[in-house]
Nanobody
Framework: QVSLMESGGGSVQAGGSLRLSCVAS????????MGWFRQAQEKQREGVAG????????YLADSVKGRFTISLDNARNTVYLKMNSLKPEDTAMYYC?????????????????WGQGTKVTVSS
């Protein structure tokens, strides 16, 4: 079992920046990918970014390329999401996720563990 705890959400004006953090604990040795998803009101949960725990590969959704960066600190079992040039449409609950199965997936249903989420609000 893996537990995930996010932090770093908040309210910011358009064009601003935030950095989200997620600390993993428990049976993390089985985790192959860490990722970030978001869910806006009345919308489906969507993948934002993902990273291979050991290997260096990262994945970014087209909507955030050039603005968001995902990074890992495996010594601290922590994944970060640095968000720059934030837009009102980035407003959502952001969730950290972990996946044990080989092969990256953007489908939320194919990720094994989830944090409680951290709220990001971007005002215009």
């Amino acid at each position: 079992q893996v537990s995930l705890m996010e932090s770093g959400g908040g309210s910011v004006q358009a064009g601003g920046s935030l950095r989200l953090s997620c600390v993993a604990s428990g049976g993390i040795f089985r985790v192959k990918y860490m990722g970030w998803f978001r869910q806006a009101q009345e919308k489906q949960r969507e993948g934002v970014a993902g990273a291979v725990r050991f290997g260096g590969s990262t994945y970014l959704a087209d909507s955030v390329k050039g603005r968001f960066t995902i990074s890992l600190d495996n010594a601290r079992n922590t994944v970060y999401l640095k968000m720059n040039s934030l837009k009102p449409e980035d407003t959502a609950m952001y969730y950290c996720a972990a996946r044990e199965v080989a092969g990256f997936s953007w489908k939320a249903s194919e990720w094994n563990y989830w944090g409680q989420g951290t709220k990001v609000t971007v005002s215009s």
